[in-house]
């Protein structure tokens, strides 16, 4: 066990966030393969009928397990097991909406309880109901199906096409514009996701890094820009957070090397120090550069494909600057997906700009945001997102 656990850790590709490569491999492959069964029968009359007797029999469940002393409730705030289940509980009680979540031998769960309006609540995360209208939730965190969804709708993404073998894949990559990016067709926190792509050498890496963590491999265009997640609720665009990865900026003397060591010294409390890695070497590679190259005056690069403050990037509150087409667009995405509560990804070099005259396009879309990345942002001012989810239950308690 203490092997495979080191292994994990020392893995560049899965960043900060280690998984274990076969288990991740097979729980997203057959999920997939499970989501395609599933969404065949979600328009089905017995579908809302089953998804809701699963809700019943989990709520029976865990009163039988509280029963039996196997699990415990936590009343205490402090003891929540993420920041964001913690802003969640901070607005419920502001708003004097009794909540608690659950421990299992004594660990914390994600998984709560709230009444509201005399009704109780159980949901892991987020409040949301048990199904949607439109069985989003069987396909939403597929990056290929939103894709399609999106592509049909006319609405932008990049363009693109998924693989199980290599040929295919170097096949589209010739008709392609370069750069592009790869990454498993299921997943989060960038893990085994390589961009800056030009070369076959590194289009067959690229492949075969992806395919680690599912059978199913994405290539896309490569979009230029911060990434960008819109947390959307009721279809309602709730607030807009951007997220960089390390960057630098030449002055026509500093090594790259040099101006880390720069960019460490000045860096917000909030963020990490960016300490340089074979994972950073290999980035710099496909961009011609290494950690001596000196940048001419002005130019920007990213240093590591990973995004967030935890590898030296940047956060940022920035839905009183995002352009209003932007917001009325995303609001149409959010349509398509139809799910109350949920967080687009998407990437765009000016947010405060109107998108028609920028390459721009959703990448993909996150049931479970972290919706506390609104309330404690590192620039911007703090935005409630909280306040907004719990509107919606109160307004849907009936629903959920």
């Known amino acids: 066990m203490s092997n495979n656990t080191t292994t994990q850790k020392k893995c560049l590709a899965c960043g900060n966030n280690p998984t274990h490569h076969t288990m991740t491999w097979f729980n997203q492959s057959s999920t997939i393969f499970m989501m395609a069964f599933s969404r065949s029968t ?5 579908y809302p009928i089953v ?29 929540a097991p993420s920041y964001r289940g913690k802003v969640l509980w901070e607005e419920a009680q502001a708003r004097g909406i009794p909540m608690h979540n659950f421990f299992t031998f004594n660990k914390a769960t994600d998984i709560y309880e709230a009444t509201v309006k005399g009704k109780h609540i159980f949901f892991t995360g987020l409040p949301r109901p048990a199904a949607t209208k439109t069985g989003s939730e069987w396909w939403l965190d597929d990056k290929w199906i939103l894709k399609q969804k999106l592509m049909a709708a006319n609405l932008p993404v990049a363009r693109g096409g998924v693989f199980t073998t290599f040929a295919p894949m170097r096949e589209l990559f010739n008709q392609l514009e370069k750069p592009v990016i790869i990454k498993p067709r299921l997943g989060s926190r960038g893990r085994h996701t390589t961009t800056y792509i030009t070369t076959e050498d590194q289009l067959r890496d690229a492949f075969t890094s992806a395919k680690q963590l599912c059978h199913w491999v994405i290539m896309e265009g490569h979009l230029i820009g911060s990434v960008y997640r819109a947390t959307m609720v009721d279809n309602k665009l709730a607030g807009v ?7 630098v ?25 960016v300490v340089p890695t074979n994972a950073h070497h290999t980035f710099l590679s496909r961009l011609g550069l290494t950690l001596q190259s000196v940048l001419p005056t002005g130019k920007t690069i990213d240093l590591l494909e990973k995004i967030g403050v935890s590898y030296g990037g940047n956060s940022g509150e920035v839905t009183h600057l995002t352009h209003p ?50 309330h404690d942002p590192i620039e911007g001012p703090s935005n409630n997102v909280a306040a907004k989810v719990w509107d919606y239950v109160e307004a849907h308690v009936d629903e959920l």
């Open 42 to 46: 979600a328009s089905l009359f017995l």
């Open 249 to 273: 900026t030449g002055d026509g003397t500093h090594t790259i090397a040099e101006l880390i060591e720069q960019k460490n010294a000045t860096r917000h409390p909030g963020i990490k120090d």
């Open 51 to 79: 998804s809701k007797t699963i809700d019943w029999l989990f709520r029976y469940w865990m009163l039988l397990l509280l029963k039996c002393g196997i699990v415990t409730i936590n009343t205490d705030i402090d003891k």
């Open 241 to 247: 957070l951007s997220g960089d990865p390390p960057r």
């Open 325 to 374: 087409e932007i917001k009325r667009i995303l609001e149409e995405v959010a349509k398509v997906v139809d799910d109350p509560i949920v967080g687009f990804d998407f990437i765009i070099e000016h947010i405060d700009q109107s998108p028609h005259t920028q390459k721009w396009g959703v990448i993909e879309c996150n049931g479970v945001p972290f919706i506390n990345l609104h």
